[in-house]
């Protein structure tokens, strides 16, 4: 009954949905909340469920990395704050989904409010990891929901930062200082790939698109879900045509350049975002240009799906 419920809303009635919760989701997860429904649109479930062969549905839409998101249900959302009270959030999700009761609300945010408040703690942290619960669960279906341990990984350095202290971290902008005055505009600063780790940033000259500076970025890392043959950046042409480079911009997307017409159309044709704002959530990273700090995630996949999704992102 509770499955039932959740289908019935498609990716705008979601987007609809997580507009309206925003003023309450915490700020360290605001950004990150809606960030996560463009990295897994209901648009990729249903491609997934109608093509059952993988290798033509790869083919097909021309996918890249790990993009099913029942084999990452416990990790997707590794870069939401709120990620941390997964075990909890998703006890709650399970309850509520195997429970014969109707919804007390036909009003989708309502009820993750709801599960919010069941789950316990803080609700301002909890209402962003309970929405991407409920749309996972929608996803991938009660059974594979259940299966998955539930358990997250998180470095114990990140797990006793606040939410204040993560966000003066994306707040912050590096100083210049001595070397700043021969440096002049090759002023340098830094990209957060990973805000739980320390070693998974990059420094980006001033005005440097966000691939060049990657690609500068030689150390050996373990490998992700893509192959990156230049730094961490999945990267293959630089000219906006191939959509490897697509990144969630959690932290000074106020200091990256404005979205100009080339950019935008391409990332409305991979089905990454449809959206008029200046500086969205969402970029390609080789039409992105530095000019301060930036604290990015890079999505576990690639791939065309614009066709497929139409005016729902």
């Known amino acids: 009954m509770f499955e039932s419920f959740l289908k019935q809303h498609d990716q705008a009635a979601w987007g609809r949905a997580v507009d309206a919760l925003l003023p309450d989701i915490h700020e360290v997860d605001r950004h990150a909340t809606r960030i996560w429904l463009h990295f897994f649109p209901l648009a990729l479930a249903e491609a997934i469920a109608e093509i059952p062969d993988r290798a033509e549905l790869e083919r097909t839409l021309r996918l890249d990395g790990n993009y099913r998101l029942a084999e990452q249900s416990d990790t997707s959302h590794w870069f939401l704050y709120g990620h941390r009270y997964w075990p909890q959030v998703k006890a709650a ?86 070397a700043g005055l021969w440096r002049g505009i090759r002023a340098q600063y830094t990209v957060t790939f990973d ?17 060049t500076a990657s690609a500068n970025d030689t150390r050996e890392r373990e490998p992700g879900p893509r192959t990156c043959i230049e730094g961490p950046i999945p990267v293959e042409c630089r000219t906006a045509s191939c959509g490897t480079c697509w990144v969630g911009i959690l932290g ?48 576990p996949w690639n791939g065309f799906i614009g066709a497929r999704v139409g005016s729902r992102v």
């Open 93 to 178: 999700i399970i309850t509520r989904a195997e429970s014969d009761v109707a919804p007390s609300s036909l009003d989708l945010p309502a009820v993750i409010r709801e599960i919010a408040k069941d789950a316990g703690g803080d609700i301002p942290l909890i209402l962003g990891i309970t929405s991407v619960g409920l749309m996972t669960l929608q996803q991938i279906g009660l059974p594979a929901f259940r299966a998955s341990t539930g358990t997250t990984e998180i470095p114990p350095r990140f797990r006793h930062k606040t939410p204040a202290q993560v966000l003066a971290g994306r707040s912050k902008n590096d100083g210049q200082g001595i």
């Open 195 to 211: 805000e739980r780790r320390d070693d998974f940033r990059f420094t980006v000259i001033n005005q440097q698109h966000l691939t």
């Open 252 to 299: 000074g997307g106020d200091r990256l350049s404005d979205v100009e017409t080339l950019e935008s159309k391409r990332m409305k044709e991979f089905g990454y975002i449809n959206t008029t704002e200046p500086k969205p959530l969402i970029r390609l990273a080789c039409s992105a240009l530095a000019a301060g700090n930036v604290s990015i995630v890079i999505p």
